[in-house]
Structures are given as C-alpha cells and as structure tokens.
C-alpha cells in the first residue's frame, strides 16, 4: 500500500511538474507573440512614416525637375533653340504614347522656296508608318499663333508634296499654355505641349483624339 501511495505522490509531481512546464511554455509564448505583434505595430508604422516621406520627396523632386525644364526652356528661348533643345528630343516619345506610333524620322528647321519664289520653314516634322506630325513651337502660345498654324498646315503639301500619301497631325509645343487657349487648339485639332516632368508632356485631355488633315 505504501508503494502505491509513493507512485501516485510520484506521478502528482510529475504532472505538477508538468503542468507548470507547460504554463511557463504558454507564458513564454504569449510573451514572444505580444513582442512580435508590437514589433509589427512599430513596423507598420514606420514603413507609414518612410511611404509618407518618399511621397513628398517625389512630390518635391517632381516640382524641382518641372523648376528646372521650365528654366532650361527659358534659357533656350533667349537662345533662339527651344526646337532644339525641349521640343524636338520630346516628339518622338509624345507621338508613340498618343498615336501608338514609332517615328523613324524626325526633321528641324525645315525651309523650303518653291519656283515661284515663296518660302516657307516649319519648326520640327516626324514621319511615322501611318502619319506625318507637324509642330510648330511657341515661347507663349496665343489663339493668332494657332490660326496661323491653321494656314501651315493648309500649305505644307504645297512645299512636301513628297509627303502627301500620309495625313496630317498637328502639333502645337510651348513654355506653358493658358486653358482657354489650350481648348480652342483642340478645337482646331491639334495636341498641345508644354514644359512638364518630362521636358515636354501632353496638355490635351486624356480621351482627346488629335485631328487627321
């Protein structure tokens, strides 16, 4: 009877043992598990912090790039080289966003004198598969300039017959360009750049569909 006693004292404290083994397992866990949910909070928190601070820091490199291209335009209408320099390295990437098409030419300061003695010089043309692209560019773009841009177009076969077989698409570039001056472009037809992130970006809204002469 004595020995029955000693093993159920024996097995007792082991459970004893045991059960305590186990409490402080789970309070090990728990522990660890709280560390790791705050460790979490903390992170979550400061990856919001770094998001929020990447986000005004690509505001305010955007907004210094903009500075920048605007300046550079600045500098380069004084030169007489906006065409040059912001208008004409922007083309080729402004016609395959907007018309989906690749341009393999890109022509600058194109002057020609027909027999009977009239000159004409347009600004920038890029020829693609499907279309040739004009451009006429503005230091400040006014509703006369886009009239007159009218009449180039109107004349441009007369000079390039070489260029007749494909339509015609508009292109109207300057610094900045004003919203009521921007609509009466579409209006007529034409897309309309202006100095943006990018040298030169799309003023147009996003559905606008440039018109083929």
């Known amino acids: 009877m004595a020995a029955v006693i000693e093993r159920v004292d024996s097995l007792e404290q082991t459970l004893q043992d045991f059960i305590r083994s186990v409490g402080d397992e789970f309070r090990k866990l728990y522990n660890s598990q709280r560390q790791t949910e705050a460790e979490l909070r903390l992170f979550k928190d400061e990856m919001g912090a770094f998001k929020d601070e990447m986000l005004v820091f690509k505001d305010e490199s955007r907004r ?33 966003e907007r018309l989906n098409e690749h341009a393999y030419d890109l022509m600058v300061r194109l002057k020609r004198q027909l027999p009977d003695g009239r000159v004409k010089e347009f600004d920038a043309l890029v020829i693609t598969p499907e279309c040739a692209c004009l451009n006429s560019t503005k230091a400040t773009l006014r509703i006369a300039d886009i ?3 009218v009449a180039d177009i109107a004349a441009f076969r007369s000079f390039f017959p070489e260029h007749d077989a494909l339509p015609l698409v508009g292109i ?7 919203k009521s001056v921007l609509a009466y472009a579409e209006k007529q037809g034409f897309l309309v750049l202006a100095v943006g992130d990018e040298l030169m970006e799309i003023k147009n809204r996003p559905d606008f569909e440039p018109k083929h002469w």
């Open 172 to 178: 109207l570039a300057s610094l900045a360009v004003e």
């Open 147 to 149: 009239d007159s841009f």
């Open 64 to 96: 210094q790039q903009r500075q920048m291209n605007k300046k550079w335009g600045e500098i380069s209408n004084k030169l007489g080289t906006l065409v040059e320099d912001l208008v004409a390295p922007s083309l080729p990437r402004v016609i395959e």
